[in-house]
Each structure stands twice: as structure tokens, then as C-alpha cells.
């Protein structure tokens, strides 16, 4: 028997009215760090896909997407 967890990987936004630099190496560095705190748990990536997202605050109405992971382990019998 399997348990999941789902979590989103959402990258620090650089500020208002910057622009977004992508998969940048600090950006994949971030998401290996983001893995492997999991990895550590016990954790297997299961799936991923992006979501788009609408955000109320800061400088206004934005819209982004953001990288929801499903994970899982085997559970202990």
C-alpha cells in the first residue's frame, strides 16, 4: 500500500514588474533541493504537472503557473 503527498514547487519571484529568467541553473538547483528534501523522507516523485494560478497581492492581480508534484512511499506494514 502506497501514501501521497502533493506539494507545488513555486520559485521565488525576483519582484514587481521583473522578468521571469526560466529554468535557470539556480532555478534547477532549487528544484533538486526541492526533490531531495523529499528523496530524504522516503519519498518517490510520482507526477508533476503545471497549474495555473491567479495571485491577489503585491503589485496587483498576477498570473502564473506553478509546478504541482505528486508524491509517494510505500507505507510500512
Same mark, same amino acid.
Given at each position: 500500500? %502506497?501514501? %501521497?503527498?502533493?506539494?507545488?514547487?513555486?520559485?521565488?519571484?525576483?519582484?514587481?514588474?521583473?522578468?521571469?529568467?526560466?529554468?535557470?541553473?539556480?532555478?534547477?538547483?532549487?528544484?533538486?533541493?526541492?526533490?531531495?528534501?523529499?528523496?530524504?523522507?522516503?519519498?518517490?516523485?510520482?507526477?508533476?504537472? %503545471?497549474?495555473? &494560478?491567479?495571485?491577489?497581492?503585491?503589485c496587483?492581480?498576477?498570473?502564473?503557473?506553478?509546478?504541482?508534484? &505528486?508524491?509517494?512511499?510505500?507505507?510500512?506494514?
Open positions: 500500500m %502506497y501514501e %501521497y503527498h502533493v506539494d507545488a514547487f513555486v520559485p521565488p519571484a525576483a519582484g514587481c514588474g521583473s522578468a521571469e529568467s526560466g529554468w535557470s541553473p539556480k532555478r534547477c538547483g532549487d528544484f533538486a533541493q526541492f526533490l531531495n528534501n523529499y528523496a530524504a523522507k522516503g519519498w518517490k516523485l510520482h507526477s508533476s504537472e %503545471y497549474r495555473q &494560478v491567479t495571485m491577489n497581492k503585491g496587483g492581480s498576477n498570473t502564473g503557473s506553478w509546478l504541482v508534484c &505528486v508524491f509517494e512511499r510505500q507505507m510500512p506494514e
